[in-house]
């Protein structure tokens, strides 16, 4: 069974800093772009950040310069770093693939669970 875990969510104050980790488990060859996502209650999912299996980034104009996402591929794990979080960045955040390759030579897209990100004072 293929996952992808996140994890690093919370409560945390206007102006501070998380780091979630989205990590994938499972007989892995390679993992394409990934994506972090979030979404409020009666809103749609929105794209903020991608990173391409070469390491191209692209983001959201609302974190641009404020949020980084990174790899580590030996380690099969996406980051998201959010510093200067506002009230706004409240979200459950997602991590997605549009591919993973498997041992045996499948491909699956996937999404993780989700981790909550509260920003308030």
């Known amino acids: 069974q293929v996952q992808l875990v996140e994890s690093g969510g919370g409560l945390v104050q206007p102006g501070g800093s998380l780091r979630l980790s989205c990590a994938a488990s499972?007989?892995?060859?390679?993992?394409?772009?990934v994506d972090w996502y979030r979404q409020t209650p009666g809103k749609q999912r929105e794209l903020v950040a991608l990173i391409t299996s070469g390491g191209s980034t692209n983001y959201a104009d609302s974190v641009k310069g404020r949020f980084t996402i990174s790899r580590d591929n030996a380690k099969n794990t996406v980051f998201l770093q959010m510093n200067s979080l506002k009230p706004e960045d409240t979200a459950v955040y997602y991590c997605?693939?549009?591919?993973?390759?498997?041992?045996?030579?499948?491909?699956?897209?996937?999404w993780g669970q989700g981790t909550l990100v509260t920003v308030s004072s």
């Open positions: 499972g007989s892995i060859l390679s993992i394409n772009t």
């Open positions: 997605h693939t549009d591919w993973i390759r498997l041992l045996g030579g499948r491909y699956l897209e996937v």
